[in-house]
Each structure stands twice: as C-alpha cells, then as structure tokens.
C-alpha cells in the first residue's frame, strides 16, 4: 500500500477482555514501532522490530502487553484482560532501514492509528 | 532516562510571521538525533526536521530550522513565513545510542496560525 495502515481504526472493548491491534507497514520497510498516544499527549514508545525480531520492549506497560512481527512485515499488538486505563490511541509507525545497527537516518511513517476505547 | 521537555501548550502566530518552539531534553548519552514531527488535525505524525548530536551546524529545512544548543541541551524549532497550514501540534523527539528505535517524544506545543 502507499502508506502504514492499521486496523480497526476505532475499537470498543469491554473491561477484561482481549483485543488484537494490526499494524501493516509500508512494503520493504524493516523497522516497525507501537506508540500509545493519549490525547493532547505526545506518542509513548511501547516498542520496535527490526524484521520479525523485538528489538526493544521496554515501553510495555506490563505483561498485559504482547507485541509480535513473525514474518518481518504485518505486526500485531495484543492486549490482554483490558483496564479503562489502557483506553488510548495505539499509533504504529515503519521505517526502512534496520534501527539497531545505527542512528536514525530514516524517517518513521506513522499509521493513522487504532482509537481503543475500554469500558 | 531520558526526557523530553516542551514547555509551551499553545503558541499563536499570524500569518507571515515567525514564531519559536522551545524543547529541552536530558541524555546522558554523547550520540544522539533530535527531531520536531508535526501533527496536523488529520492526526498524521510528519517529519519536519532532524538534527545530529555531533553535528555543529544547525538543520535547516525550507522555512523551518533549528538552533541546537547541545551544552545547554535544547532544540528549538523556528518557523519563519507562517502559513495556515503550519497549525498543528508540533513534537520534539530524542533518539539515542542505547536504543536508536526507542523515540522519546515531547508533550507538544499546538501552533495555531492566524490570518
């Protein structure tokens, strides 16, 4: 596709149940980033992969939070037994080159988002 | 840790003029890129500009650059020749040698430009 795109775009949940966020990169790009933005907020790492391996996952708020990339391209974030604290957006965001192995010369595409509401 | 500090929520501007957005961060690492994004109501994130720790001269895109400060740690951002579709919420970003994927952002400053 022309850009990152993230699926669903809105997601209402009930307290306690799990939720499955999708994230498809731009097509090549080896890196890819999970943001949760709240609103009026700046993006709040979670965490990144460069191909299918979890570079870092230090951003995690605990282990209610999962992410994975298994073939190097589409990734999911799940999250497991929701809180209403968890209520945010869940940005997504690629870029081309492999991250780990040095500065950040390429530029992150970021997703318009999944809005995830927990009631 | 590091942090990324703006402490401005809301800058207005009209038309044609220039207006400046402060950040300050705190790294203890030597190498490190800064960046302002930009987040317009459509909510997209853009890159606006990146800066190298170790380079000296100050970024410059367009009508939009940086005056980095590295002793005192800050990074402002100026935006010269205002236009309408400047308004948006304007992030400074860290990224450092520890964990180069690992963005730290600001909280923003919302730039409103007025006619």
């Known amino acids: 596709g022309a850009g990152v795109s993230q699926s669903p775009r809105y997601k209402v949940t009930k307290r306690g149940q799990d939720v499955a966020l999708r994230c498809d990169p731009i097509?090549?790009?080896?890196?890819l980033y999970w943001y949760r933005q709240a609103l009026g907020q700046g993006p709040e790492f979670l965490t990144y992969?460069?191909?299918?391996?979890?570079?870092?996952k230090s951003g995690l708020p605990n282990d209610r939070f999962s992410a994975e990339r298994p073939e190097g391209s589409i990734s999911t974030l799940t999250i497991q037994r929701t809180e209403q604290r968890d209520s945010a957006m869940y940005r997504c965001?690629?870029?081309?080159?492999?991250?780990?192995?040095?500065?950040?010369?390429?530029?992150?595409?970021f997703g318009p988002g999944t809005r995830l509401t927990v009631t | 840790a590091q942090t990324v500090t703006q402490s401005q929520p809301e800058m207005s501007v009209q038309e044609a003029e220039t207006v400046t957005l402060s950040c300050t961060y705190d790294?203890?690492?030597?190498?490190?890129?800064l960046f302002w994004y930009k987040q317009p109501p459509s909510r997209q994130m853009i890159l606006v500009i990146r800066?190298?720790?170790?380079?000296?001269q100050n970024a410059t895109e367009n009508r939009f650059s940086v005056n980095f400060q590295k002793a005192a740690k800050s990074f402002s951002l100026k935006i010269s020749d205002s236009q309408l579709g400047d308004t948006a919420m304007y992030f400074c970003?860290?990224?450092?040698?520890?964990?180069?994927?690992?963005?730290?952002f600001g909280a923003g400053t919302q730039v409103v430009v007025t006619p």
């Open positions: 965001a690629s870029s081309l080159a492999p991250q780990a192995t040095g500065p950040p010369a390429d530029e992150q595409y």
């Open positions: 097509s090549g790009h080896v890196s």
């Open positions: 992969f460069n191909y299918e391996a979890q570079q870092d």
């Open positions: 790294t203890s690492e030597n190498n490190y890129y």
């Open positions: 800066q190298e720790a170790y380079k000296q």
């Open positions: 970003a860290l990224s450092t040698t520890d964990s180069w994927g690992k963005f730290q």
